[in-house]
C-alpha cells in the first residue's frame, strides 16, 4: 500500500499547490484563465477558476514524478521509503517551486512592463491591452511551476534512489553508531 500512498501524496500535494497557485494567479490575471485557456468553466469567477483549473493542471503534474518516485522508493531489497519519509522533502519542493514562481513572476512582470516580452499573435488581440503585463505574469508564474516541478520531481527520484544503496544505507548506520558514541562519551563526562 506504501506504493499507492506515495502516488497519492504527489498527485494530492501537486493539486493542493496547483489550487493555491491558480488562486492567486486567477487574481493577478483572470484573463489567462479565460482566454488562455480552453474554456472548460462557463465562469469568469476567479475562484471558481483557480480550484478547476488548479485541480485539471496539475493531477498528472503529480502522477507523472509519483509513479517513478513510488517505485524507486519501494523496489529491491534495500531499506524502503516510506510515503512518510517523503512528506517532508515533497513540502520542501512545493515551497521551492512556489518560490520560483514568485521570483520569475517578478521577472516576467519587470519584463513586459519594459516591453521585452510581449504577447503576440491571436492573445494580443483577445487579451484587452491593459492586462498584457499581467497575463505574462501569469505566464512565466505558470511556466516556472511547471518547470520547478518537473526538474524538482527529477531531483527527488533521483535523491530517493540514492539514498536507498547500499552504500547510504551503511554511511546513515555508521552515523547513527557514531552519535550514539559520542552521545555515551559525553554523558560520562558528565
Avoid at 512592463?113 to 487579451?127: I, T, W
Wanted: neutral net charge; charged residues 10%; hydrophobic residues 50%.
Amino acid at each position: 500500500m506504501q506504493w499507492l500512498g506515495i502516488i497519492c501524496l504527489s498527485i494530492a500535494s501537486c493539486v493542493t499547490y496547483g489550487i493555491i497557485h491558480d488562486l492567486i494567479t486567477a487574481r493577478i490575471c483572470v484573463e489567462f484563465f479565460t482566454i488562455g485557456h480552453p474554456p472548460i468553466f462557463p465562469t469568469q469567477d476567479p475562484t471558481l477558476l483557480g480550484l478547476g483549473w488548479g485541480v485539471i493542471a496539475t493531477w498528472w503534474v503529480g502522477a507523472i514524478p509519483g509513479v517513478p518516485l513510488a517505485i524507486v522508493s519501494r523496489i529491491g531489497s534495500a531499506p524502503k521509503t516510506s510515503t512518510a519519509q517523503l512528506l517532508r522533502p515533497i513540502v520542501m519542493l512545493m515551497t521551492f517551486s512556489a518560490s520560483f514562481a514568485l521570483v520569475m513572476g517578478c521577472a516576467g512582470f519587470v519584463a513586459a512592463k519594459n516591453d521585452s516580452v510581449f504577447l503576440a499573435g491571436d492573445l494580443a488581440v483577445r487579451v484587452p491591452h491593459d492586462k498584457h503585463v499581467l497575463f505574462l505574469t501569469d505566464l512565466w508564474m505558470h511556466c516556472a511551476s511547471y518547470f520547478a516541478g518537473f526538474a524538482g520531481g527529477i531531483i527527488l527520484i533521483l535523491y530517493t534512489w540514492r539514498s536507498r544503496s547500499p552504500s547510504a544505507a551503511q554511511t546513515k548506520a555508521e552515523q547513527s553508531v557514531g552519535h550514539g558514541a559520542a552521545d555515551d562519551a559525553d554523558s560520562r563526562h558528565r
